[in-house]
């Protein structure tokens, strides 16, 4: 995603903290990027996704924080463009096979699980991408395909395949994916981020 300033890094980075401790202070900073395999991937992306876009940044540092991000990348086992226009509060639950089109939308406090896989299909010669809402969890396995909007407070189940737009609040499950009820993500969320100044 594209920040406008380093204030605008630092927020990203402090509310990805936030989903996985509930806190956003340098000492959980620390204590997660040396612990915590996804935050330390996320928190690269965000860092490259920052330096890219300024020439005296690429030129430096850029080159470092991207080693970085594909060394813990394939620890985590994640492929997440930095440029993906990802939301505040990102939260990893665990690694392993989740691949994230570059083109595709997430917005704030998307948890992604093992196994996950946002991505395109064609139609007509045409690219299609999913647009995925705020505060939506996407359980093991889950695959999201398409040209598809997935609104807010969502649950997209284990192995579920989503090729159809998703309403908020719901929860889904199957193949394809089928609205079970209305009842939102609510406890499925670890510390959803509440925005700046309510840390």
Request: hydrophobic fraction near 40%; glycine fraction near 14%.
């Amino acid at each position: 995603m594209y920040f406008a300033d380093k204030q605008a890094c630092r927020e990203t980075i402090q509310a990805d903290l936030y989903r996985y401790t509930g806190k956003t202070d340098r000492k959980a900073l620390r204590k997660c990027r040396r612990q915590t395999p996804g935050f330390r991937f996320t928190y690269y992306m965000r860092l490259c996704a920052y330096a890219r876009e300024r020439t005296a940044l690429r030129l430096t540092v850029f080159p470092y924080y991207k080693w970085r991000e594909r060394r813990a990348g394939g620890k985590v086992g994640a492929e997440i463009f930095d440029l993906t226009p990802i939301g505040k509060g990102l939260h990893i639950a665990h690694g392993g096979c989740i691949v994230v089109h570059s083109g595709a939308v997430l917005g704030e406090n998307v948890t992604l699980s093992q196994g996950v896989t946002i991505g395109q299909t064609l139609k007509d010669g045409k690219v299609l991408l999913p647009v995925i809402g705020s505060n939506v969890y996407i359980a093991p396995g889950a695959k999201v395909i398409g040209g598809v909007h997935v609104g807010n407070n969502v649950v997209i189940g284990a192995n579920a395949v989503v090729t159809r737009d998703v309403p908020d609040n719901a929860v889904v499950a199957g193949v394809p994916a089928k609205v079970l009820h209305m009842g939102g993500a609510g406890e499925y969320l670890l510390h959803p981020y509440p925005g700046e100044g309510k840390a």
